[in-house]
């Protein structure tokens, strides 16, 4: 076992359906007659969309078909430079394929941008005569979703002059802030021996066992951000203003408009769930408080959340994961365990360790015609079981979806985690109901209710600060003391007296990319999270009867808002008791612990067999 790390070994995706090489004369072929496609379909349709009288349902069918033909032919080429530099970014060729690719997609996308504008100029009285024509019934949603930017899009010139701008403007401080973060490195002793992290190292300190160790990663942390505060403050600071200025062009009349105009989610509805979310931050602290016992500590402190309890299942090969993965899948739906079981008999997944393959997992939908991609790097872990059926969940999602054309394949943020998280819930399952250890049993809900923090209690703390800091900044430039007093306060509430927050904590804020690069990205975790909860507990009340509803979603895609799509599954997002059922979810897997904790607890007054 030792001695095979790598439990994935061989477990590579075949591309070759895509393209034969990174020269293969078919991809040079195909961006220029890309290219070629997007000036013909500029000399087609430019001043047409726009026309004054308003464009044909006839022209505009026409054309979204061809964007679509574009569209499709295009991702081939992106998919592929993308997933073959994701499986060695060290190659020169990949990187060169892939700057390629970039490069004409930007420059086929400028050819094509008039029709969304022209699209979006048209009167409003036109526009709905269009959208309501039957030959444009599957584009509704599409046509609908572009025009609701219409308040807020500048003139071409403008938008031209803002997006050159923002490359030594808002971007350029985005990639002072990625750079810069990852120059730093952070000087630790560890048994007797001093090393230099990088952030990434050092973040996963917080899983160790040894309490003291995982107060000196936090520690240090703290200290090297801290020594760069100055700069990262001046970077929050001018994004933060940045945002408010162009909120103001751009007559948005809050900071998170935009954002809930991209999730196409109503923002009371957003309200009410992150209401609901602060009214169980209870839930959180039961846990933190018997997470306590189960450590032994009077309270747990900031670094002490990750720690591991129990024991870890004994480490699982890839293809066990394939069959725990599948058999919990096919429990559920044969047909959701028939698109996943795809990805392992045609190769579309890579799985193995290997020098050069980027980190971590995630699963790639091109487009319809094309199927969808699994990378994970599969260690052998109860985690990377985890991982694997999460990004199949995408795939499945992918697979189905792939009913739909092109506008009308992807799903927002709030939706896209439908199936993923949902994967993981039924492997989850399968894992805890199969296993006899108490010990074991307490790992795995341990790490699922952790998990459950994470996304739903921790992200809705990054938004309330993000909306206090936004609030704030209407007043003056931030200080660091400024911006780590609004973090505290959010913390606060979230943690209670059941953690102890440390001196060092202040700069919580100041590493964290989504503040930087995606405002208010973070609360859109919540939403898939919970959904998703309150989707699982359904099916759980429902059985089989939830099966073909639950499947008819996916198969949706991103045909229609989320609120609509939902419906049918009696899902209704203003409703605080749809939130509140996610939270009943999580209720009930600390309600186990604290069970198992008692148990245990008696268990270890006598001394034990296994240790
Ligand atoms: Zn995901």
Not at 117 to 125: K, T
Not at 239 to 252: E, I, K, P
Not at 290 to 314: F, I, M, N, T, W
Not at 454 to 461: C, E, K, M, W, Y
Request: hydrophobic fraction near 40%.
């Amino acid at each position: 076992m030792a001695g095979l790390p790598d439990t994935a070994a061989g477990v590579r995706w075949d591309l070759s359906d895509l393209f034969a090489a990174p020269d293969d004369p078919k991809i040079a072929a195909l961006l220029t007659s890309s290219q070629e496609r997007a000036v013909a379909f500029a000399s087609a349709y430019r001043g047409k969309i726009g026309a004054l009288e308003g464009p044909t349902p006839e022209i505009v069918l026409r054309a979204l078909q061809d964007l679509e033909g574009l569209n499709e032919q295009l991702q081939r080429g992106g998919a592929y430079a993308a997933l073959l530099y994701a499986a060695d970014t060290s190659r020169p060729e990949h990187r060169d394929l892939r700057e390629k690719v970039e490069l004409a997609l930007t420059e086929i996308g400028n050819t094509v941008l008039f029709f969304d504008l022209e699209w979006v100029a048209v009167p409003d009285a036109a526009a709905t005569r269009i959208m309501e024509d039957p030959q444009l019934a599957t584009y509704c949603h599409f046509l609908q979703q572009a025009r609701r930017l219409r308040p807020h899009i500048l003139s071409e010139p403008e938008e031209r002059l803002l997006n050159e701008r923002d490359n030594t403007g808002s971007r350029a401080f985005g990639r002072l802030f990625t750079e810069l973060l990852s120059s730093l490195t952070f000087p630790l002793e560890r048994d007797g021996e001093a090393k230099a992290l990088t952030l990434s190292e050092l973040l996963a300190l917080s899983h160790e066992p040894d309490r003291a160790l995982r107060r000196r990663a936090h520690e240090t942390l703290y200290n090297v951000l801290a020594d760069k505060g100055l700069v990262l403050t001046f970077v929050y600071d001018t994004l933060v203003q940045d945002h408010l200025t162009m909120d103001r062009l751009r007559r948005f009349p809050d900071p998170m408009a935009a954002r809930h105009l991209s999730n196409e989610i109503d923002p009371a509805a957003v309200e009410r769930m992150l209401a609901v979310t602060e009214a169980n931050y209870g839930i959180a602290q039961r846990y933190f408080r018997v997470k306590a016992q189960l450590l032994d500590l009077p309270r747990l402190a900031v670094y002490d959340q990750y720690a591991p309890v129990g024991r870890e299942l004994p480490s699982c090969n890839f293809a066990d994961a394939q069959r725990i993965v599948l058999e919990a899948f096919r429990e559920f739906s044969p047909e959701f365990a028939a698109a996943a079981q795809q990805f392992f008999d045609k190769r579309w997944i890579d799985a193995e360790v290997r020098p050069g393959k980027q980190d971590g997992a995630f699963c790639s939908s091109p487009a319809p015609s094309l199927h969808p991609y699994v990378l994970t790097n599969y260690t052998g872990n109860l985690r990377d079981v985890m991982t694997v059926a999460h990004e199949l969940g995408h795939g499945v999602h992918g697979c189905l979806a792939r009913a739909q054309t092109y506008f009308n394949y992807d799903t927002p943020l709030t939706t896209a985690e439908t199936a993923s998280v949902f994967g993981e819930y039924l492997v989850f399952d399968r894992l805890l109901t199969g296993e006899a250890d108490p010990e074991v049993q307490l790992a795995l809900l341990c790490g699922k209710i952790e998990d459950a923090c994470a996304t739903v209690f921790r992200q809705t703390v990054l938004t309330r600060f993000e909306q206090a800091a936004f609030r704030e900044r209407g007043s003056g430039r931030f200080t660091s003391e400024a911006l780590a007093r609004l973090w505290l306060e959010a913390n606060q509430r979230y943690y209670g007296d059941a953690v102890e927050m440390t001196e060092a904590y202040r700069g919580g804020w100041s590493y964290i990319p989504h503040f930087i690069h995606s405002r208010f990205y973070c609360y859109s975790y919540v939403f898939g999270e919970l959904l998703v909860l309150s989707l699982y507990r359904r099916y759980k009340e429902e059985g089989a009867a939830f099966v073909p509803k639950y499947l008819a979603l996916l198969t949706a895609g991103g045909s229609a808002a989320p609120e609509d799509l939902l419906k049918p599954l009696g899902v209704d997002l203003q409703d605080p008791k749809f939130w509140q059922q996610g939270f009943d979810e999580i209720e009930r897997l600390v309600a186990q612990v604290e069970t198992l904790a008692s148990q245990i607890g008696r268990r270890s007054t006598r001394p034990r067999a296994t240790d």
